[in-house]
């Protein structure tokens, strides 16, 4: 029996990609929701649908025609991010999908620590309130991650304490994403995606310091020290608070579930960030002489 079409969001992007490949390799037709056509890969059984932004109700609703489950990954940080998250759900009702799996964030929650976080919860909400079959991914922080919080002179700054993180594989994501798209038992549910252990920044910098062969620390800094660190980027208030909000979220706890959705879900143990960075040396080379 062949499966239902399953249109994939941000299929030119880490996960997104990730499990449009998985995807044909099982024979699954997809849709390949993106932007720009040139960036989507070619794969066996998939039709591109590009032009398609989250806050363009129109273009989503074509882009998602025909198709009955939806991975929605979610979009780039912005100040509007929850109300084009809105407007994609929307258009996802309005083409008839059946059900939402949303790449989601652990803890999740209106009054999370990490801002971004708040935004999924909104999220979330909102996809409950429609009536769609759901299940939700809270993804912890990538691996990939980890491994940029230290900067070019070998230092992690922020405020985490001695807060530990669960830092999670695109891999693993994508392998949990696909196991939901084409199985069964899942409707309802929420998943947390995370890694096989829990690790303070100073842990995270002594693995980069083993793979790197040169000395990275973790400093930690107060709220205002971290934001006095990241003035030099020009970024926006609302952006240089999520980041910072992100190593508070790690300090307060907030970051170090451990789930065993990965193995659960996939048949193989998660990911470690040793073993991450072992097999990904492209991860930490801004490190490297």
């Known amino acids: 029996m062949s499966h239902p079409v399953i249109a994939v969001t941000g299929a030119s992007g880490a996960i997104g990609g990730r499990v449009a490949r998985r995807l044909a390799e099982k024979g699954v037709a997809t849709r390949l929701v993106g932007r720009r056509a040139e960036r989507l890969p070619e794969l066996v059984g998939a039709v591109k649908a590009s032009g398609a932004a989250f806050g363009d109700l129109d273009a989503m609703r074509g882009a998602l025609a025909g198709a009955e489950d939806m991975l929605m990954v979610s979009a780039h940080e912005s100040p509007g991010r929850v109300q084009d998250h809105i407007t994609a759900v929307d258009a996802a009702v309005a083409a008839g999908v059946r059900r939402i799996v949303y790449v989601s964030f652990l803890g999740a929650a209106p009054d999370a620590t990490f801002t971004f976080a708040r935004d999924h919860w909104h999220t979330e909400q909102y996809i409950r309130g429609t009536g769609l079959a759901y299940t ?8 990939s991650g980890l491994a940029a919080m230290a900067g070019p002179d ?12 669960s830092g999670v594989a695109h891999d693993d994501i994508a392998d949990v994403a696909t196991a939901v798209l084409v199985g069964e038992g899942h409707d309802g549910v929420t998943y ?8 303070t920044l100073a842990d995270v910098a002594a693995e980069l310091s083993r793979v790197t062969g040169r000395e990275i620390t973790y400093l930690p800094e107060t709220r ?8 030099g980027y020009g970024a926006e208030e609302w952006e240089v608070t999520g980041w910072v909000s992100s190593y508070e979220a790690i300090a307060a706890g907030e970051m170090a579930t451990v789930a065993d959705t990965v193995p659960r879900l996939t048949g193989h143990p998660a990911q470690s960030f040793a073993a991450y960075l072992d097999a990904h040396p492209r991860a930490y080379r801004h490190l490297m002489p």
Do not use: H
């Open 136 to 143: 939700f991914l809270r993804d912890s922080l990538y691996l």
């Open 192 to 199: 947390d995606v995370t890694g096989p252990a829990p690790l």
């Open 154 to 165: 070998g230092v992690i700054r922020g405020p985490a304490g001695d807060g530990r993180v």
């Open 224 to 231: 205002e020290e971290a934001f006095a660190s990241r003035a």
